[in-house]
């Protein structure tokens, strides 16, 4: 045996050491997943989600074709569990939380392989399955979960390859990493870690393992025949639309989003990219600051054994977290300016966090033959300590957020109407309601920044003959949403909203409708008292479970509650338009009162205040908007003019 092959010691050839039984490997494997699980479990949203969520709960329940790069495995899986369950949505948490719990199981195994001690994989699953960002995104429809398990099986069959290089782990370790490529493409980024593991077993790539390897990564994407059979159908949620397999390589990598971008192209240039160094701060505060410093210092202990033990091991789970973590967010520089941005990028944290995880199980093996034990137990106490102590902010059993946000919006969307959304935060809801539960199919629901894609405009008009589509797509300049609006005026009802482009408030009159705006009827002109008069009703008849609970301000949950300030404000509005000033005060005050993170009404408060002399009320209503957006467009301007309102109070005091 040459040097460069020879496997690494484990702890089980140290002095004083006793390797763990297999029986007790797996044993602490069950037995820490079992447990996490229950955790998810009793944590676990009981609905429909809000954001990307919901697009998979669609998917599954439908069944469809989720957004890029379509999630397949997930899809199919969601799918088959939702078959034994009268709600799809919530068969899709619970396929989230049980991809989490053997997310710590594979763990749990990792960490026990690499040091030969069932209670460092005690620890190590602990360290991940309780982390709080872990566990936040393990009890509502992810994806990220799937793809921890993915990633630690990989990582698994990888040290047990340099340690034993064998044809089959071999050929098992390019299948699961095949159904990786079919799952999330971060996976890819775990290869430089995977290949230093495999370089003991370089001399097996040869003969029919040539053959048998590719056949395996093969095998491990055949999910992707789904999409590709599935879009014949043309189902509502149909990304893509990949019926031929030029559409489906567009899916799979994730053309409409710029491949190698985490944001659309359409949103590219609507929000400020941080610099490359400005992300580390933030995901080193997210993963290793305050009661999570414990596993930074464990990561360290477990890298400072492995160093002594298993430096191929050590080099393999650095490279793989530093590539899948720092690097990699360094290279997205995704926008950091709102708190809400920062929440979905933290969703990246995840897979990084599994290598993290195996060296703090490592750790415990610095404690010495005579004190592991003891010392593994005590730690992973405290670990779920910890862990435990973030139980209100992980507990999603009694969230109803989003389903109560689209009943909501439906209660003030008349029959056959046309709907025209903007985001995710209800067109995902929508569909899901419409599309699974199969109810408001008299509605037709359009995204607008889908209606950016020929795609989409084409499914459309196939699933809605209707509807006058006057353009291949929406581009925002020489086809604009005023020309869908005008080609559909008087056949339908038709609401928005939002608006992706201000075409539509130069040539139609907008109505308040609730959590949206009406277009109004040709010669419409309500007067603002009896515009107050429809939406107070609605909103009576509103269910407002949301509000009272506060979310993490990067949370989706959080921006579909701020959504509630919109019908009074959109009534001051009314108000302020005719000049009844003193009126559109009493509905902007009415929609902080109802939703204090709302920005609009402070500002709008803010302005008018100044205008009727108010100084001191204006700068607070203004300072208000500050505080809930402090990081707006305009805040530049708010700060000049509450300089101003200073100036002048301050010339008008004696």
């Known amino acids: 045996m040459t040097r460069s092959s020879r496997p690494p010691r484990s702890n089980a050839s140290e002095p004083g050491f006793q390797s763990s039984p297999p029986r007790a490997t797996w044993g602490a494997a069950l037995g820490v997943g079992l447990g996490v699980f229950l955790v998810y479990l009793r944590t676990l949203a009981p609905d429909v989600v809000a954001g990307d969520g919901a697009d998979l709960q669609t998917a599954a329940g439908l069944p469809g074709i989720a957004h890029p790069p379509g999630y397949p495995l997930f899809t199919l899986l969601g799918w088959f569990l939702s078959r034994f369950s009268d ?43 309780l982390s709080p960002l872990v566990w936040q995104h393990s009890v509502a429809a992810e994806v990220f979960t799937l793809n921890n398990l993915l990633g630690a099986l990989l990582l698994g069959l990888g040290v047990r390859l340099s340690r034993r290089p064998d044809r089959r782990t071999l050929i098992w370790m390019a299948g699961v990493f095949g159904l990786g490529l079919a799952h999330h493409h971060t996976v890819v980024l775990l ?8 370089w003991p077993a370089r001399h097996l790539f040869r003969g029919r393992t040539l053959v048998q390897v590719p056949a395996a990564l093969a095998a491990g994407l055949t999910p992707y025949l789904y999409p590709l059979l599935r879009a014949q159908a043309n189902p509502g949620l149909n990304w893509d639309d990949p019926r031929t397999l030029g559409a489906l390589w567009h899916l799979f990598r994730r053309a409409d989003y710029g491949s190698l971008s985490l944001l659309p192209e359409s949103a590219r240039g609507l929000f400020e990219e941080a610099s490359a160094l400005a992300q580390l701060p933030v995901y080193l505060q997210t993963m290793l600051g305050g009661t999570s410093l414990l596993l930074g210092g464990l990561a360290v202990a477990g890298a400072l054994w492995l160093a002594r033990r298993d430096r191929r091991a050590l080099w393999a789970l650095l490279g793989a977290w530093l590539v899948s973590g720092p690097a990699f967010l360094m290279y997205a520089r995704y926008p950091l300016e709102d708190p809400f941005w920062v929440g979905v990028v933290q969703r990246f944290y995840l897979l990084p966090h599994v290598s993290i995880a195996i060296l703090a199980g490592c750790g415990v093996a610095l404690a010495g033959p005579r004190r592991v034990l003891a010392s593994g137990l005590i730690l992973t106490a405290l670990v779920a300590g910890l862990g435990l102590s973030h139980f209100k902010e992980a507990d999603h059993s009694q969230d109803l957020v989003a389903r109560d946000y689209v009943e909501n919006l439906l209660a003030g969307v008349p029959q056959g109407a046309l709907l025209l959304t903007s985001g995710d935060a209800p067109g995902m809801l929508l569909e899901y309601v419409r599309y699974v539960e199969q109810r408001r199919t008299d509605l037709v629901v359009l995204d607008q ?21 006057p353009w291949r797509r929406l581009d925002g300049e020489s086809a604009v949403l005023a020309d869908l609006v005008a080609a559909n005026y008087g056949t339908r009802p038709i609401l928005v909203w939002d608006f992706i482009d201000p075409s539509l408030s130069g040539r139609f009159r907008l109505l308040p409708a609730g959590l949206a ?8 002109d309500p007067a603002p008292a009896e515009v107050a008069a429809w939406i107070e009703p609605l909103w009576d008849s509103y269910q407002l479970r949301a509000l009272s609970r506060s979310w993490p301000r990067r949370s989706f949950n959080h921006l579909i509650t701020s959504f509630y300030g919109f019908p009074f404000y959109s009534v001051g509005h009314e108000f302020e338009r005719v000049g009844r000033l003193e009126e559109a005060a009493v509905f902007y005050r009415r929609a902080i009162g109802a939703v204090a993170h709302y920005a609009p009404p402070y500002r709008r408060l803010g302005l008018l205040e100044a205008r009727l002399g108010q100084a001191s009320a204006a700068r607070q209503s203004l300072q208000g908007y500050l505080q809930v957006e402090p990081r707006a467009r305009d805040r530049d301007q708010v700060r000049r003019i509450m300089e101003e309102l200073e100036t002048g109070l301050t010339r008008s005091r004696p």
């Open 449 to 469: 920044d889908k209606l950016a894609y020929s795609w989409y405009v084409d499914s459309k008009r196939r699933e809605n003959p209707s509807v006058v589509f």
């Open 191 to 198: 290869l430089p870690g995977l290949a230093l593991l495999a």
């Open 87 to 129: 709600s799809p949505a919530w068969s899709v948490n619970l396929l989230t939380a049980i991809c989490g719990a053997m997310a710590v199981g594979a763990v749990t195994w990792v960490a026990a392989e690499l040091t030969g001690l069932w209670v460092a994989g005690l620890l190590a699953g602990v360290s991940l399955g």
């Open 517 to 524: 705006q009406r277009v109004a009827e040709p010669g419409e």
